[in-house]
């Protein structure tokens, strides 16, 4: 099964400071994406960026960029520059197979807990 | 145009009630997914659907039950609702084939029972 851990239930950060979330997976298979989300306190559910499992390159969107580390199985988010609109939920999640108990199979994502990142101005 | 959406955005109820959310997509993407978000904000898949299987997940109350009428459409039906159904429920979609791409969130829905 595999298995997502953000250690950092919440962060305080100053505006215009760089800000790292820390996430660890865990996982048997070989081939598989980590994505992080942003949830404002509006609700909605926005894709920051991703990484696949076979990627050599760290992915950066923008002020966004992870932090992949295979061996130690880490993809920790780095914001960088950070802004008051950046205050929000952040959950790091890994797509790969979601089995039931008859055997059959699909496709889903597993989520962490998630890290309240605060930005003060 | 909204790529994933749900309705109704809140929804009160009393327990016992049988209730119903909404979903919809227009990206073509041939999964589609149910997550609920609790009060600590974690957030767990519920069924995965494919337009040919649906996947549960097996700490899902029978209660609770997908209906796909075609492919851009996967709501949830909720029966005898209970206190502890109270949460966010949340649609999503992806395009099984890509699993490089991100999946889609609709807006939510916050479901409380009273």
């Known amino acids: 099964a595999q298995k997502i851990t953000q250690t950092q239930p919440g962060m305080f950060v100053q505006e215009k400071e760089a800000v790292t979330l820390d996430c660890t997976y865990d996982?048997?298979?070989?081939?598989?994406?980590l994505f992080w989300y942003k949830q404002p306190s509006s609700g909605e559910m926005i894709f920051l960026i991703y990484q696949g499992s076979y990627d050599e390159q760290n992915a950066t969107e923008g002020r966004y960029s992870l932090n992949f580390q295979k061996a130690r199985k880490s993809a920790n988010l780095v914001i960088s520059a950070s802004q008051l609109g950046d205050s929000a939920m952040y959950f790091c999640?890994?797509?790969?197979?979601?089995?039931?108990?008859?055997?059959?199979?699909?496709?889903?994502?597993?989520f962490g807990k998630g890290t309240h990142l605060i930005i003060q101005p | 145009d909204t790529a994933v959406s749900q309705t109704p955005k809140y929804l009160v109820t009393q327990m016992g009630n049988d209730k119903s959310i909404k979903c919809e997509q227009n990206l073509g993407h041939d999964t589609m997914y149910w997550y609920k978000q609790d009060s600590k904000k974690f957030l767990k898949i519920m069924f995965s659907?494919?337009?040919?299987?649906?996947?549960i997940n097996e700490t899902v109350p029978n209660r609770f039950s997908p209906k796909s009428p075609d492919k851009a459409h996967l709501n949830l039906h909720i029966n005898s609702l209970e206190l502890g159904d109270s949460a966010v429920y949340f649609c999503?979609?992806?395009?099984?084939?890509?699993?490089?791409?991100?999946?889609?969130f609709g807006q939510g829905t916050r479901l409380t029972v009273v």
């Open positions: 999503a979609s992806s395009d099984f084939g890509r699993p490089n791409t991100e999946a889609f």
């Open positions: 659907y494919n337009n040919k299987e649906l996947i």
């Open positions: 996982t048997s298979d070989q081939s598989y994406g």
């Open positions: 999640a890994m797509r790969g197979p979601v089995y039931s108990s008859s055997g059959g199979g699909a496709d889903g994502l597993t």
